[in-house]
């Protein structure tokens, strides 16, 4: 058994899962734990916890529980909510399928998957569609075949599992840290140095639970920077990803000053150009086939309107 790896799987209907912790999580808290080990949140782990569905050898758990290490953990999961993704016919830019796994170029402006008040237009509702019911039921009603997520207006790719074996196999990679994921970012600024990497936890933010920050007691984060081109006042970037943080690039690069540009959220107040979001596009991503064991790697394009800026800014 491997550290933060589902090594159980029964019936999805009332989902049961068993963790089996590794010595290097002693000391962490449970519903931290949960949550950086699973595709679940903190927030809903610790719901888990209070409403007494995480045990250890019989005994109910607290969300504050510390990790001894090498323990097993069992959750149950209670039913998906009421609502559910359903099927609507979408133009997806597929750059990749075969029967385990679909990688697509995700514009921006998209939503990844369903939630309360959003429950239709996102990626899944066209993947469903897609797909039918070939896609993985790991992550419920609402997150079928969802194995990480790139924000709404953050554009490029991301892949879906198709069965459940490959789901695990993917959650498994993307929990060590094994995938390749190279952004494109413009940031606000002249970047000096050719390389540089932001090692700093990202948390939640303590006055704005909607945004993150850099954050002592927050979760490891590491961005590799290299700068492709300098325009003055702005640099166009690639960032490398070693953890996939909930907007990591975008609060790792506001800390260092450079916000994205575009960025509504962590970037400047006054932008030169109007933009629907930030200028931020997964461009590569790799990852190990679940099924043939094969390293595959997937490159898009930037967007149209990623281009016209670059276009004005390389005619100055």
Known sequence: MQCGFYSCLCKLIMEKITLKCCPEASGTRLDTYIGENTDFSRSFAAKLCDEGRVTCCGRVLSKKYKICGNEFLELVVPDPESIEAVPEKMDLDIVYEDESVIVINKPQGLVVHPAPGNESGTLVNGI?????????????????????????????????????????SLTEQWHSSKPERRYIALV???????????????????????KMAVTPDGRSA????????????????EC???????????????????????????????EEFRLAGQLLHAQTLGFIHPVTGEKMTFSCPLPDYFERV???????
């Open 128 to 168: 469903l569609y897609h797909c039918g019911s070939s896609l993985s039921g790991i992550n419920g009603m609402l997150r079928p075949g969802i194995v990480h997520r790139i924000d709404k207006d953050t554009s490029g790719l991301i892949v879906a599992a198709k069965t459940n074996e490959a789901h695990l």
């Open 188 to 210: 606000h600024g002249n970047i000096r140095e050719d390389e540089f990497s932001v090692d700093l936890p990202i948390g939640r933010h303590r006055s704005d639970r909607k």
């Open 222 to 237: 590491v961005t590799h920077v290299r700068v492709c081109e300098r325009f003055g006042s702005y640099t166009l970037v």
């Open 240 to 270: 490398v990803l070693d953890t996939g943080r909930t907007h990591q690039i975008r609060v790792h690069m506001a800390h260092s000053r450079h916000p994205v540009v575009g960025d509504p959220v962590y970037g400047v107040k006054k």
């Open 310 to 316: 670059l276009k004005v800014l390389r005619s100055r």
